[in-house]
């Protein structure tokens, strides 16, 4: 990420207020991660765009893999309490230009998709981690 856009979501974050610097940026390197677990690096941008769910499913994974068990806590830090929010960021990345959006893409897309009490449960989590390895 340039200097130049780590500046303009800096300028984002301190105008809007509702979330940390720190929650823009990783919203925007969790979009990257999803796409590149998707195989879409390659494609041109519109063949690239992923849906509000499946970035939330990359939010997911990516949290797990930075944070693991403290993911709530850093959440909560950013004031990021729900799947809307991240939604929020998205578009308020859209509206400076970090981020790019079909007709389709909608904040609703990002309502209630999972609830972060279980969706961030490290215990059940690696659980099913384990589960899954030993099949």
Do not use: C
């Not at 991660?33 to 499913?57: C, F, N, Q, W």
């Amino acid at each position: 990420m340039s200097e130049e856009s780590k500046r303009a979501i800096e300028d984002l974050a301190e105008r809007d207020g509702r979330y940390k610097f720190e929650a823009y940026l990783f919203v925007y390197d969790a979009l990257r991660y999803t796409v590149k677990k998707m195989g879409r690096t390659h494609l041109s941008e519109d063949e690239r765009h992923i849906s509000g769910r499946d970035l939330l499913a990359g939010i997911s994974e990516y949290a797990f893999n930075e944070y693991g068990p403290l993911t709530r806590e850093v959440f909560a830090h950013w004031r990021v309490h729900q799947t809307r929010d991240f939604g929020e960021i998205v578009f308020s990345l859209v509206s400076i230009g970090q981020m790019g959006k079909t007709e389709r893409d909608r904040i609703e897309d990002f309502i209630d998709v999972y609830d972060f009490d279980e969706e961030f449960d490290w215990k059940r989590r690696r659980a099913a981690q384990q589960s899954t390895k030993k099949t």
